[in-house]
C-alpha cells in the first residue's frame, strides 16, 4: 500500500454552532492521507494510472465551501466519505482543524480513519 498525502488544504466555510459562526465563513485545515497502488502510475508515467490529488483536492474545496454544517464532526464524515466512494480509496485518515476554535489553544480538530488499511 502506498499514500498520497495532501497538507493543510485550507477551505473557507460556514461551521459551528453558535449564532455569529452561521454568519461568518472560518477557515478549517485538512490534512489527508489516502490509501493507493501507485505501482502502475510509476511504470507508465501516466496520471490515469494514480490518484489524483489535484482533483480530490478541488472535489473536497468545492464541496466544502459550499457545505453550512453544525458540527466538525458530521463535515469530517462526509469529506472521508467522498473520498472513499467517489475515487475509490480503500482508507482514508482526515485531520480538521478547526484553528481559534478555543482561547488558549492554538488548534483544535479531528482525527479519523475510514476503509481498510492493507
Given at each position: 500500500?502506498?499514500?498520497?498525502?495532501?497538507?493543510?488544504?485550507?477551505?473557507?466555510?460556514?461551521?459551528?454552532?453558535?449564532?455569529?459562526?452561521?454568519?461568518?465563513?472560518?477557515?478549517?485545515?485538512?490534512?489527508?492521507?489516502?490509501?493507493?497502488?501507485?505501482?502502475?502510475?510509476?511504470?507508465?508515467?501516466?496520471?490515469?494510472?494514480?490518484?489524483?490529488?489535484?482533483?480530490?483536492?478541488?472535489?473536497?474545496?468545492?464541496?466544502?465551501?459550499?457545505s453550512?454544517?453544525?458540527?466538525?464532526e458530521?463535515?469530517?464524515?462526509?469529506?472521508?466519505?467522498?473520498?472513499?466512494?467517489?475515487?475509490?480509496v480503500?482508507?482514508?485518515?482526515?485531520?480538521?482543524?478547526?484553528?481559534?476554535?478555543?482561547r488558549?489553544?492554538?488548534?483544535?480538530?479531528?482525527?479519523?480513519?475510514?476503509?481498510?488499511?492493507?
Amino acid at each position: 500500500m502506498d499514500i498520497i498525502y495532501i497538507r493543510e488544504l485550507k477551505i473557507d466555510t460556514v461551521i459551528g454552532i453558535y449564532g455569529w459562526e452561521r454568519q461568518i465563513k472560518q477557515t478549517v485545515v485538512f490534512d489527508i492521507e489516502m490509501a493507493t497502488d501507485i505501482s502502475k502510475a510509476a511504470a507508465t508515467d501516466s496520471i490515469e494510472h494514480t490518484l489524483n490529488y489535484k482533483a480530490v483536492a478541488k472535489r473536497l474545496i468545492d464541496f466544502v465551501s459550499s457545505s453550512d454544517f453544525q458540527l466538525v464532526e458530521k463535515l469530517i464524515e462526509q469529506v472521508a466519505e467522498i473520498i472513499l466512494t467517489e475515487f475509490s480509496v480503500p482508507w482514508v485518515r482526515v485531520q480538521l482543524n478547526k484553528r481559534g476554535a478555543l482561547r488558549g489553544a492554538r488548534d483544535v480538530g479531528i482525527i479519523i480513519e475510514r476503509g481498510t488499511k492493507s
